[in-house]
């Protein structure tokens, strides 16, 4: 498949989904990101190796747009190209308010989920060549934001137009950009944002029933970056359970 730089690669959606793993077995390189979680990111690259691929880890703050430049260049020097780009990390927690919300995890939050893409995106298309991709992590939150999660929901309301405003100026590159939008999925973040009580009930609002798990996502995301999608640009794919994304 190629050279894959992938964000938020140590965990959930980003470790189980093919954001690491199923890109592998899918014949990619890759390059993953994480912050501080190294127990997590050594399990993630025992599992790329383990399907026979090469993965070089890089630790850091994706909210420092020098740390966003290293990381390309990483990539580029260790993968010899870069393919596509995956952003992936993300940050939550829910208040019973936007007023509790703190001013710091209020600027840490648009820090990591958005401006950082921003950075990500800037220091990697002058190395992408036609053919390569962009896919972007957004949330059912863009359309149906909840208001215990309201700085994380807006983050990823920009997400959505990023996606669709990139995807056009792009094309000319012969560069596609697309989104992801999980519904409820089971990750980490989830049961570090939620009380114990609402985990209990998390996603039996959705038309199937229940939450779905990080690898169901996984062929979604290795499609966007596949030439099956040759035609696809500017979209947000919805993974939701059935909700809907308009």
């Known amino acids: 498949m190629g050279r894959e730089g992938i964000t938020g690669a140590d965990s959930g959606i980003?470790?189980?989904?093919?954001?690491?793993?199923a890109f592998a077995r899918e014949g990619a390189d890759i390059l993953c990101s994480y912050w501080n979680e190294d127990d997590d990111a050594a399990e993630t690259q025992r599992l790329v190796e383990a399907a026979g691929r090469r993965c070089v880890m890089l630790g850091g703050d994706i909210g420092d747009r020098?740390?966003?430049?290293?990381?390309v260049e990483c990539a580029v020097g260790e993968l010899g190209r870069l393919d596509v780009l995956v952003n992936n990390a993300g940050y939550q927690m829910a208040y019973d308010s936007f007023l509790d919300i703190p001013?710091?995890?209020?600027?840490?939050?648009?820090?990591?989920?958005?401006?950082?893409?921003?950075?990500?995106?800037q220091a990697a298309v002058p190395?992408?060549?036609?053919?390569?991709?962009?896919?972007?992590?957004?949330?059912?939150?863009?359309?149906?934001?909840?208001?215990?999660?309201?700085?994380?929901?807006a983050t990823k309301g920009a997400i959505s137009t990023l996606t669709k405003g990139l995807a056009q100026e792009?094309?000319?590159?012969?560069?596609?950009?697309?989104?992801?939008?999980?519904g409820p999925i089971w990750t980490p973040l989830v049961v570090m944002s939620f009380?114990?009580?609402?985990?209990?009930?998390?996603?039996?609002?959705?038309?199937?029933?229940?939450?779905?798990?990080?690898?169901?996502?996984?062929?979604?995301?290795v499609f966007l970056a596949c030439d099956e999608s040759s035609y696809i640009s500017g979209e947000v794919i919805g993974a939701t359970g059935g909700k809907p994304l308009h």
Do not use: W
């Open 66 to 71: 020098a740390h966003c430049a290293q990381l």
């Open 127 to 153: 190395h992408m060549r036609p053919g390569s991709t962009i896919i972007n992590t957004t949330s059912i939150q863009a359309a149906q934001p909840s208001p215990q999660l309201l700085h994380y929901a």
């Open 170 to 182: 792009l094309g000319d590159r012969g560069i596609r950009v697309n989104a992801v939008a999980p």
């Open 14 to 21: 980003g470790r189980a989904v093919a954001v690491a793993i």
């Open 103 to 121: 001013p710091d995890e209020l600027e840490f939050v648009f820090r990591t989920n958005i401006l950082a893409m921003f950075h990500l995106c």
């Open 195 to 221: 009380p114990a009580e609402k985990n209990a009930q998390f996603g039996a609002d959705t038309p199937l029933g229940r939450p779905g798990q990080p690898g169901e996502l996984a062929p979604l995301y």
